[in-house]
Every structure is written in C-alpha cells, then in structure tokens.
Antibody
Framework: QVQLVQSGAEVKKPGSSVKVSCKAS????????ISWVRQAPGQGLEWVGGLIPMFGRAEYAQKFQDRVTITADESSGTVYMEVNSLTSEDTAVYYC?????????????WGQGTLVTVSS | ERVMTQFPATLSVSPGERVTLSCRAS??????LAWYQQKPGQAPRLLIY???TRATGTPARFSGSGSGTEFTLTISSLQSDDFAVYYCQQYSDWPPLTFGGGTKIELK
C-alpha cells in the first residue's frame, strides 16, 4: 500500500521559488504516475502537472508550463515540484497524489498537503 | 480541455435523506470519471472511479452512474460523516486532468 508524505509548510516572497517534495513508501513510482494538485484558500482542486511513466516525462497544465518543474529521484522514492516566479496567487495547499497506473487517471492515495504561502 | 461542471454548488440536507450530485462534462469523457470527498483540513479521498466502481473502503451507500457527459453520485441515506465537499474529475483527455468546482453538502 503506497503512502505519500510531503514536506512541510513554506513561506515565500513574491518572485522567489519553492520546491515541495513527496516521498512514496511501499511502492516504486516508476510503475505509476504522480500528480500535483493545488487548492487555493476556499477554492476547488486544480491539476498542476504530473510524472507520466508511460511517456517517461512530466506533463503540465498549460498555465503552469513555464513556471513549474516536476522531477523524481528514484533512489529515494521522492518526487519534487518546483514553482518559480511566485505570486500571491500561488498561495495554496499543494497535494501530490498517485495515479492507478502509468497514465494519469484516478488519484489515490493523496499526500497530506503542503501549504505554500506567498507574501511580502 | 474538458470543462467539468458540478451542480448544485451547495446542498442542504438532513441525515437519512437520499442525495444526488451531478457532474457534466463539456465533451464526452466516456466513463473516465472519478469522485472524491474532501472534509475541511483534509486531503481529498477517492470514492468512485470508472464512473461507478467503488474504491476500497467506500461505503455501499455511495453509488456512481452515468457515461459520456452526464454523471451522478448518489448517497442512498446520508450519514453525519458524509457532510463534506464532493468533486468529480475526468481522466479521459489530458493534460490536463480537470475537476469540477465541487458540491458542498451541508446540514439543513
């Protein structure tokens, strides 16, 4: 049973970058995808991007294409999401979540979430 | 991009009532649809995938139906533990995966 454990909360200045980690235990993420989903305060869920093993690369939502990088360290079982050029609109809880298999599909389980606050 | 629309945005319900939540896709997603439950301060939890298959641990009072562009999540008899926000998500056409805006079930 895969479990996902994320890094702790971050407070960042506008214009800076943040890197959030997601450590998978109980399985190897080369056989399934890991997505990142964010949720702004009081808002719904928004897919940021994900590692897609069937393509051997990450895919991103268009609005994040130029600012987000998702990488993986297979040796430690950890996936990372880096967001650059932060603005106050990036203030959100960021979740990692596992796909059922190598393509993005339903997401289960989810990490506990990482709150990223962007404030001057 | 598949746009997912959920309605109503809020449902005021009493325990024991039957509840129906709706989700509509802007284009067909076949049966590539999942439902999640989210409680305050918690991560979303998968309830249903492939439109109607209950995830492990999902109580039998939850059922999903639909295909193409119209989907429904039904709770046969609402329990106190079911007050939460529910999201649908399509995985037919990606990137991106897309979610509906959510339906909040609140106490009447």
């Amino acid at each position: 049973q895969v479990q996902l454990v994320q890094s702790g909360a971050e407070v960042k200045k506008p214009g800076s970058s943040v890197k959030v980690s997601c450590k998978a235990s109980g399985g190897t993420f080369t056989s399934y995808g890991i997505s990142w989903v964010r949720q702004a305060p009081g808002q719904g869920l928004e897919w940021v991007g994900g590692l897609i093993p069937m393509f051997g690369r990450a895919e991103y939502a268009q609005k994040f294409q130029d600012r987000v990088t998702i990488t993986a360290d297979e040796s430690s079982g950890t996936v990372y999401m880096e967001v650059n050029s932060l603005t106050s609109e990036d203030t959100a809880v960021y979740y990692c979540a596992k796909s059922y298999d190598e393509s993005p599909n339903w997401l289960d389980p989810w990490g506990q979430g990482t709150l990223v606050t962007v404030s001057s | 991009e598949r746009v997912m629309t959920q309605f109503p945005a809020t449902l005021s319900v009493s325990p024991g009532e039957r509840v129906t939540l709706s989700c509509r896709a802007s284009q067909t997603v076949n049966r590539n649809l999942a439902w999640y439950q989210q409680k305050p301060g918690q991560a979303p939890r998968l309830l249903i995938y492939a439109a109607s298959t209950r995830a492990t641990g999902t109580p039998a009072r939850f059922s999903g139906s639909g295909s193409g562009t119209e989907f429904t999540l039904t709770i046969s008899s609402l329990q106190s533990d079911d007050f939460a926000v529910y999201y649908c998500q399509q995985y037919s056409d990606w990137p991106p995966l897309t979610f509906g805006g959510g339906t909040k079930i609140e106490l009447k």
